[in-house]
């Protein structure tokens, strides 16, 4: 799957997303992001995904689920989630999504592009 992605990004700027995109697909991309938030907003975010799904779940096993897979994410073998070295890091704790684009989107503009990638 990375050899295919790389043959993708061959072709031009391109914005990908991804836990391992800045540092195991395109670790040389030119302007890194690494967005992050506090395990509380995460949750409270997916908790509110769900129910506006219609789906009842208590936020304390959604808190849990999400706790259990940070802890897989970063302690795996294969491509850990970790931040590039290199990358900028966004925390979007308290954060909309427009202030997060917003944030990016200078990151961008400050580098002297018009488009981004990784």
Do not use: Y
Request: avoid cysteine.
């Amino acid at each position: 799957m990375v050899a295919v992605q790389r043959s993708i990004g061959e072709a031009g700027s391109l914005v990908v997303e991804g836990r391992d995109t800045g540092t195991v697909v395109f670790p040389n991309a030119e302007v890194k992001v690494f967005l992050t938030a506090s395990a509380e907003e995460r949750s409270r975010r997916r908790h509110e995904e769900l129910e506006a799904r219609g789906e009842i779940v208590d936020a304390s096993h959604v808190h849990a689920g999400m706790v259990a897979r940070d802890t897989a994410d970063t302690t795996r073998e294969t491509a850990p989630l970790v931040e590039a070295d290199d990358a900028t890091v966004i925390d979007t704790t308290g954060l909309s999504v427009d202030e997060v684009v917003d944030a990016v989107a200078a990151l961008v503009e400050g580098h002297g592009k018009t488009g981004g990638s990784a």
